[in-house]
């Protein structure tokens, strides 16, 4: 199994926001505008910029964005940002504030995050174009006009951090998707385009399906050909049109922030509130019934199929089959403190300590065995998706019924289909809700709490 180059560009959005933010708070220091209360300012100032830049989309700027859409960012930006700057004068009653100390905050404001903002993305283009990093390797999927026009910008724009390495075409003899996927896997591929026009609904179908199962990025060069009916997503290279299949909201850094902000959050409060007194009085029951350790660790699949170890308290009497055989109805291996601490998911508590370092999350796809993964990966459509977010404590599909035993296979197809859900529709409230329906059901049990 191959994984994904990790990458830290995900760090852009949060430096740009950290950035902006430093400079409209240390304008507002330095300048003689006369404020009442400086702190009710900055925390306005503060919060009213981040809202409008999220409607704006402010930060959403992609390796192929042109410079007219920068400028209409900006013009956007700041059109609110005058509006909401002047009324705060009204708004808080501030008449000693200087209207004229004000339009020259908003100039010095709009003059510095504009230089910082091109600044920032021809020095991106630079490190891609002369430095190769930040670099995505790309194969296209046919052979005709539109497919040439964006294998020349691939090589013509450097900048965009595309490494073009092969172009597979329908029309030769020797075309063999298993080739064109053997090729794809081989070379760490880390986006695939495919033209439509050149393929059959069949051979799309097992490009998507690929894709999905191998945490490829699948993009499509349009034609007139009706593809699927769901939702697509339009994106521009230079002036060649890309159809994205899906958006995944949690690979928004923005969104991605918001959740591990919460997640480190809420594990702090179950460690420090919970686990602090909990922890000891579990030990001694656990070690009394059985002798062995009090945590459990098992190596699992997380995001981008990484392994790592995931904690539980000890519920079964140790033995070798822990790694390969998952607890079933009337296990002899689980103990008397082992059933009640599992029908009550009390066991699941330590993996508080996974979300907080950063290998899980509170909500999200449940994390399997290696040995389920490797089975899985192979046997059910679409299993690998559920890789492209972190793992959670609790989930969708856990709520709705498919946790604990696959016993048949519409038990883990039900499963997948929860997880591209919530993937695909990820919310914070979505989160919340699982989370409330979680507890709920650990005070009520559940029928496969085993």
């Not at 400079?23 to 300048?31: D, Q």
């Not at 013009?75 to 700057?85: A, E, G, N």
């Not at 509170?362 to 890789?387: A, C, F, I, L, Q």
């Not at 709520?399 to 039900?414: A, P």
């Amino acid at each position: 199994m191959f994984f994904r180059q990790r990458r830290y560009s995900g760090l852009i959005i949060p430096i740009g926001y950290l950035l902006d933010l430093m400079v409209i708070n240390l304008f507002a220091y330095l300048l003689p505008i006369q404020f009442q209360t400086p702190i009710l300012f900055h925390s306005y100032i503060s919060f009213t910029w981040i809202v409008i830049s999220v409607k704006n989309e402010f930060y959403k700027i992609y390796r192929y964005t042109k410079v007219a859409y920068i400028l209409r960012l900006l013009f956007t930006q700041f059109v609110f940002f005058f509006l909401i700057l002047y009324a705060f004068i009204g708004f808080f009653k501030q008449p000693i504030i200087s209207r004229l100390a004000l339009g020259q905050y908003f100039v010095y404001v709009f003059a510095t995050v504009s230089v910082v903002k091109f600044l920032s993305y021809v020095l991106l283009m630079s490190y891609r174009e002369k430095v190769k990093g930040n670099i995505r390797n790309v194969v296209v999927i046919g052979k005709n006009r539109k497919a040439d026009q964006l294998i020349s910008v691939f090589k013509e724009r450097s900048d965009f951090g595309y490494l073009f390495l092969k172009q597979f075409s329908s029309k030769t003899s020797d075309f063999n998707l298993n080739t064109c996927f053997k090729y794809i896997v081989n070379n760490n591929i880390d986006e695939i385009y495919c033209s439509v026009s050149e393929l059959r609904n069949e051979e799309i179908t097992q490009f998507i399906n690929f894709a999905d199962n191998n945490l490829k990025t699948l993009k499509f060069i349009p034609d007139n050909k009706n593809i699927f009916a769901k939702k697509l997503k339009f994106e521009y290279y230079d002036y060649i049109p890309i159809l994205s299949l899906r958006d995944i909201p949690l690979h928004n850094p923005i969104n991605a922030l918001i959740k591990r902000s919460f997640d480190i959050v809420f594990s702090l409060i179950v460690i420090l509130g919970l686990l602090s007194w909990l922890t000891p009085l579990l030990a001694i029951v656990i070690t009394i019934e059985s002798k062995g350790p009090v945590f459990f660790r098992q190596t699992r699949n997380g995001v981008d199929n990484r392994e790592f170890y995931c904690y539980k308290f000890r519920s079964m009497a140790p033995n070798k089959n822990a790694d390969m055989q998952s607890a079933s109805k009337n296990d002899m291996r689980i103990t008397k403190v082992g059933r009640f601490i599992r029908s009550t998911s009390i066991d699941e508590l330590p993996q508080f300590y996974n979300v907080l370092f950063g290998t899980m999350s509170v909500v999200g796809p449940r994390p399997h065995m290696v040995k389920h993964t490797n089975e899985y990966s192979d046997k059910v459509d679409k299993y690998m998706v559920r890789h492209f977010v972190k793992p959670g404590i609790t989930g969708l599909a856990q709520v709705r019924g498919y946790r604990g035993e696959i016993e048949n296979n519409i038990d883990i197809q039900n499963r997948i289909k929860f997880d591209v859900f919530y993937i695909e529709n990820w919310s914070l409230f979505l989160d919340l809700k699982i989370i409330v329906q979680t507890i709920l059901n650990a005070f009520k049990g559940e029928e496969k709490a085993y």
